[in-house]
């Protein structure tokens, strides 16, 4: 429950917000106000103006919130891929190992295990670091590998525009 705070000059008996507070309070008294979940555009001024909110302030708000959504569904496919790419390497690490393990029964050919562990053993912990890595990161590292990724996204894009607009769709006749 949100823990409400008293100031010394509401003393009328009012009870302060904190402003992270009294943003869910209002963000959840407007999803229940709007019966479709949507406000229109001219909805939202008119909340804003009754709120003392100016007209600038939204579209301030309105430019950061569009950054924003953009920066998280970077995130959702950052996140997506890095799972992705870790099943794939620990699918083809279990493939691979299986098929030694079968080969090595089959064969009887346990002279050679020192290689088996020279070549699954760095393998196997470098899956076990990626696994924690993705499962268990702390904020500044991914921050960093997201940003890294995300400069990456933004050069593959740039080159990717550039590439198009240089050669354009070819016309033949």
Same mark, same amino acid.
């Given at each position: 429950m949100a823990d409400l705070t008293t100031d010394a000059d509401a003393s009328n008996g009012e009870f302060l917000y904190l402003a992270e507070d009294a943003q869910q309070i209002l963000s959840i008294?407007?999803?229940?106000? =709007?019966?479709? &979940?949507?406000?229109?555009?001219?909805?939202?001024?008119?909340?804003?103006?009754?709120? &003392?909110?100016?007209?600038? =302030?939204?579209?301030?708000?309105?430019?950061?919130?569009? =950054?924003?959504?953009?920066?998280?569904a970077d995130q959702k496919?950052?996140? /997506? *891929?890095?799972?992705?790419?870790? *099943?794939?390497?620990?699918?083809?690490?279990?493939?691979?190992?299986?098929?030694?393990?079968?080969?090595q029964l089959v064969t009887g050919g346990w002279l050679w295990n020192w290689l088996l562990y020279l070549v699954f053993g760095p393998w196997g912990l470098q899956l076990s670091w990626n696994a924690w890595r993705? $499962?268990? /990161?702390?904020? $500044? @590292? $991914?921050?960093?590998?997201?940003?890294?990724?995300?400069?990456?996204? *933004? @050069?593959?894009?740039?080159?990717g525009g550039a590439v198009r607009r240089l050669f354009g769709p070819s016309r033949v006749s």
């Open positions: 008294a407007i999803a229940r106000q =709007t019966e479709s &979940g949507e406000l229109s555009r001219a909805q939202l001024l008119e909340i804003a103006d009754e709120l &003392g909110i100016s007209a600038d =302030t939204i579209a301030e708000a309105e430019r950061e919130w569009d =950054t924003k959504k953009y920066e998280l496919l950052f996140d /997506s *891929q890095r799972k992705q790419r870790f *099943q794939h390497d620990l699918a083809q690490f279990l493939i691979v190992g299986s098929g030694v393990l079968v080969f993705i $499962y268990r /990161s702390n904020e $500044y @590292m $991914y921050q960093q590998e997201f940003q890294r990724w995300r400069r990456q996204q *933004q @050069m593959k894009r740039a080159v």
